[in-house]
C-alpha cells in the first residue's frame, strides 16, 4: 500500500491527523457544558492512580538491556 | 554521540513516566515496552539534536507519541477497530459497588480516541502544561484543551459518572442515579 501525501509540502506536522479518529461519539457537541468539578475531580484521581500504578513498576530488564546496548555501541564507535 | 552522565540519570529517571505514558496509549504493557524501547533506539540516534538544558522529558515523550501514531497508521485502522470492538466488550457497565476501581478505569480509558487520551494523559497525568502539551502534540492549545474536555466528557460517559438529569435515556445511569438516592 502506498501512500501519497498531497499538499503537505514537506511540512513534518499534519494538523487533521485526529480529525478522523472521534466519529461516532456524542461528546463533542460543543453546546454541552462541562462537567461539574466533583467528576473532574473523581476522573484526575483515577488518571493518577492508574499512572503512578505503572510508574511504580520496575523498569523491564530488556528496557535495561537496550539501554546497555546503546551505550556500548557509542562506546565502540569512540 | 557521547551521552554525559546528567543527560544519562535524566534519561533513566524518564523511563518510568514514558512508560506510563506508553502503557495510557497503546492500553498493553506489552506493546507499551516495544514502545519505549523504540523510542530510545531512536532517541539514541538523535541525541545530537537534543539541546542539553531544554526539557528532556518532553522531548522523549514526544518522539515516542510520534512513533505511535505512525505504528498506528501503519498497522491500519483495523487493529485499533479489533482492538476497540474487544475494549468495548471487556467494558461492562460500570461495577456494582459504588467504588470504581482501577480496571474499571483503565477499560473506559483505553475506549477513548487516542488524540484525547493521549491530551488528557499528558496534562492530567504526566504533569505537562497545555502549552508543552500542545508542542508534544504539534498542535494548538485550544486544540489540547477541547481534547482534555471531550475526554473528561467521555470519560464521565463511560464510568456513569454523569448526572443523572443529562441522561434520563440511558437506563443504566438512571439506575445508579436511583441507587444513589436511595
Not at chain 1, 501519497?4 to 456524542?26: E, I, L, N, Q
Not at chain 1, 535495561?64 to 562506546?75: G, H, R
Not at chain 2, 514526544?62 to 501503519?74: D, G, P, V
Not at chain 2, 470504581?100 to 477513548?112: E, H, I, Y
Amino acid at each position: 500500500m502506498t501512500k501519497v501525501r498531497r499538499g503537505s509540502r514537506g511540512a513534518p506536522k499534519k494538523k487533521k491527523k485526529g480529525d478522523t479518529m472521534y466519529m461516532g461519539h456524542g461528546s463533542e457537541d460543543p453546546a454541552k457544558p462541562p462537567i461539574d468539578s466533583r467528576i473532574q475531580h473523581e476522573i484526575g484521581k483515577h488518571l493518577r492512580a492508574h499512572y503512578d500504578d505503572v510508574i511504580s513498576e520496575p523498569v523491564p530488564d530488556r528496557i535495561m538491556e537496550l539501554l546497555e546496548k546503546l551505550e556500548q555501541s557509542v562506546a565502540q564507535k569512540r | 554521540m557521547a551521552v554525559s552522565n546528567a543527560l544519562r540519570e535524566d534519561l533513566l529517571a524518564s523511563i518510568p513516566n514514558l512508560r506510563a505514558f506508553a502503557v495510557s496509549l497503546t492500553g498493553s504493557s506489552e506493546r507499551a515496552d516495544d514502545l519505549v524501547q523504540e523510542t530510545l533506539v531512536k532517541a539514541w540516534s538523535k541525541f545530537h539534536t537534543f539541546q542539553e538544558g531544554t526539557n528532556l522529558r518532553a522531548w522523549l515523550f514526544t518522539i515516542l507519541r510520534n512513533e505511535f501514531y505512525s505504528q498506528l497508521r501503519k498497522r491500519g485502522r483495523e487493529v485499533e477497530d479489533a482492538e476497540g470492538a474487544y475494549a468495548a466488550r471487556l467494558a461492562t457497565q460500570p461495577s456494582q459497588s459504588s467504588h470504581m476501581d482501577l480496571s474499571d478505569f483503565r477499560r473506559a480509558l483505553v475506549q477513548l480516541p487516542p488524540d484525547q487520551r493521549e491530551a488528557l494523559v499528558l496534562v492530567g497525568a504526566s504533569g505537562f502544561s497545555y502549552e508543552e502539551a500542545a508542542e508534544i502534540c504539534g498542535c494548538a492549545v485550544g486544540t489540547i484543551k477541547s481534547r482534555v474536555s471531550r475526554a473528561r466528557n467521555r470519560l464521565a460517559e463511560l464510568l456513569g459518572l454523569e448526572p443523572g438529569e443529562t441522561h434520563a435515556a440511558d437506563p443504566l445511569a438512571a439506575t445508579l442515579t436511583t441507587r444513589t438516592i436511595a
